[in-house]
């Protein structure tokens, strides 16, 4: 039987986490539905999805890893190769085309892409290279020699008005930039020289390319008194990160005194690999070989291991993407140590360690795991970060511990959303920590983008950065919050959809603990009991009881304080308008086990598509299955490919479309299921065939 969980514990918890990311604690008992429903309560449910969504995201990057040591060991040397050589011979020339040389494309003004200048936007969540139309400018080949400002603002001009770097141009400039990267140490020194300096830090973009121009267009480009440090999390999620990585290395290039860039959590192989949104929380790989091919890919994230970890502002301030460590005492000599190529963001079983070497190689490798993965928490102390499953959650004296070892003021970081783009993390000691993000309605939370700006001079209402003593430092910082496009539905509907989702993945795991909580037989459990059992079974901490509404429970269904689980599961049930043609034996079980899986199948077929033109033989599909079935445990595993491949080959061919197989899992509110002829989950039971 479950053991009890106090639902109201569970919300204290997500609602300490909501107020970390700008929203303010509810009160629940007494409080009425409207309440109960509020947009911080939205916020909870947000942010401890996103979180669910991370730790997933690291259960199947250990997976891939696991996946490429067998299939792929030396996957890494073509890239290296490409990396290592010497520029093509028909690649960089004297003198080349310019941007105003293009025509827009034809579809600009459907798309709002004025040609150059501060007022082009894309369309939020319809990216232009979707367009099958489309005969996207080449922008190439580049110079020879190093890049200038001048080919770096054109690179920006040709993506403002849609077009794209060439296949050999964007190569090229991953080659220039593996070059620099490779001299670069863990710790990057940021040197404010004048009064005049400002530093602009800049919060996760994830491959949101107008949040980018719209910060480059507020805050101007780069000179030596205009510097900037982007802290990590480029890629993924959305639709534009080939852009973002073009722009931000040709900047790192073209002002190599004035451009600096952190790795994040996202700058990773197993974590590029996954699937996008609205099924997984990674894309890059996807976009990568949509835009150009899996070698580009695969150059892009070896240069990714290569990025600095930390960088330290006038030496006061520490900006790292996630954040602090298990241990104390740690020190930036320490950070200088780590080998960043020897990364991985779930280690392997280590062996306790029988030399002194040994030791401080697993140290070090932790070390650059929570620089990349923690999260602040507001309370002392420091704990595993259960809810990613990787980094550390640390509180203020842990922050104040790091800070007074190493001389410094003040640690910035991102990694999470917040509802202002901004937040301060420790109440009590608001100085210590902040936590920039820089994707605005990311997720379709709705949330503000922001970015920092650090200087000498007080620029009025700003930031004081103050000295552990308490005393102001004579540094400032301002904050600039803004929206880019528009708001793309609401932070409920994004969570009524993610909630259902997680719901009918975990649906057997589900059944089994209610029917186990469910002694007597009577097909209910207690609301208490139904909230524990969400909690263990999904692993997200909310208040599960508020949220019955938004799952389609009716309030007949839970008056007697108990709840009809088997109803409540039939609320979310799967539909086939295809079961009158393959049949429908073991077709709900099947699909059951397909859909709970259904980001590993992605990323497996992903795998063994090797000319990445999204087709996989028959036999490829089986030798992925065997992959797949082999981390799975027995009553999870796939047991019948020949009936999937059954339901997949609709054309009858002998290849298997995995895009557009993969596309039928869309999530809708429809009462009968079909959404153009396309497999979905309903609110309500499927019309039988």
Known sequence: MTPPVDVDDASSLAASRAAACGAATPHHKGAST???????TQWQIFNELDLKEESEMLELATFLDSLMREFAPNSRKHSLENLQTEEEDDDGVDAHRHAEDFEAPSHADAHGIAGIGTSFRIARGNSIYNVPDMNLMDYGPLPKGPLTPETASEIIDVYRRGGKLAYKSFKKLLRDVYKKLKGVGNVVRVPM?????????IGDLHGQLEDLLHILDDAGMPDQQNLFVFNGDFVDRGDHSVEIIAILFSLYLAFPDFVFLNRGNHEDHVICCQPPPPHGCGGFQRECKSKYDDLV??????????LPI??????RICVIHGGLF????????????????DYCPVPGEEEPPSTPEEARGQDLRQLMRDALWSDPKPDPGCEFNNARKQGQLFGPDVCQEFLQTNDLHMVVRSHEC??????QAYPDMPHLLATIFSASGYGGSNNMGAYMTYSKVDPGAAYKVMTLDGEPSGMFFTVQNYTVGEASGSIEDTNKTSMRALVLRKKQELIAEFIAAD???????????????????????INWPELLPLLGVEAEHMASGEIEYQTFISELRAGFNRLSQVGNEDTETLFNAMYANRNTLECVFAFFDLNGDGVISKEEFHHGCEVLNKKLSPSSRISRPERLLEMMDIDGSDGIDINEFFEVFRLVDAADGSVDGKISIVDGPAEEP
């Open 193 to 201: 020289a004048s009064e005049a300096v400002k530093v602009h830090v």
């Open 326 to 341: 298990y241990r104390k005492g740690v020190t930036i000599e320490d950070l200088e140590a780590i080998d960043r190529l």
């Open 310 to 315: 930390i960088h330290l502002i006038d030496g």
């Open 418 to 423: 917040m509802k202002l783009g901004f937040s």
């Open 519 to 541: 002694e007597a037989g009577t097909g209910k459990v207690t609301i208490d009991q139904w909230g524990a059992i969400m909690v263990k079974v999904t692993g997200v901490v």
């Open 297 to 306: 890919f695969s150059m892009v994230v070896e240069v990714f291991r290569y």
């Open 34 to 40: 409207g309440t109960r429903q509020s947009e911080v």
